[in-house]
């Protein structure tokens, strides 16, 4: 095994940490990762690979955005609030390192509907909603990251 093979798998795996611990652009630096192999290889399959890892990274980013974003739609969810509640999450992320992301993202969802909309249980629906679509999303970015992680290693099989 090469350096550069080794590398690449270890990037694939921070870069699976990183969907579910948000340091890092996970997903991204799982699709670069395939894309350095690719071109240390510069023959057919490292190619190839590179086409299918590109097509699976642009169809998870899409998927990822889309589904949550029509579940939150039908449910109710106000664009506004997920966006304050993005922003709040962000903040949380560096003022209580570990857990103020998603404890200030929910937070932010249950309050901007509770002022939106009044009632406490309706509130606590559309909080429930927003956290399901993260947890949804945060899935389809891992299904896509292990998909393009799988798509790698066939190409790797097939170099050798």
């Known amino acids: ?80 609030v997920v966006v304050v509640a993005l922003v709040a999450g962000a903040v949380g992320f560096f003022v209580i390192p570990v857990v103020g992301a998603p404890l200030l993202f929910v937070a932010a969802i249950y309050l901007m509907s509770r002022l939106q909309v009044g009632s406490h249980g309706r509130a606590w629906a559309a909080t429930v909603h927003a956290v399901r679509a993260i947890g949804l999303s945060m899935g389809i970015e891992l299904l896509t990251a292990f998909a393009i992680m799988t798509t790698w290693v066939v190409g790797l099989l097939l170099v050798r």
């Open 1 to 80: 095994m090469t350096p550069v093979t080794v590398a690449v798998g270890l990037a694939m795996v921070v870069g699976t940490v990183g969907i579910v611990v948000p340091v890092l652009p996970g997903l991204f630096l799982v699709w670069a990762a395939s894309a350095v192999w690719a071109l240390v290889e510069q023959d057919r399959t490292g190619w190839v690979v590179l086409v299918v890892t590109t097509l699976l990274y642009a169809a998870g980013l899409v998927t990822q955005y889309t589904v949550p974003g029509r579940r939150l739609r039908e449910a109710g969810v106000a664009t506004r």
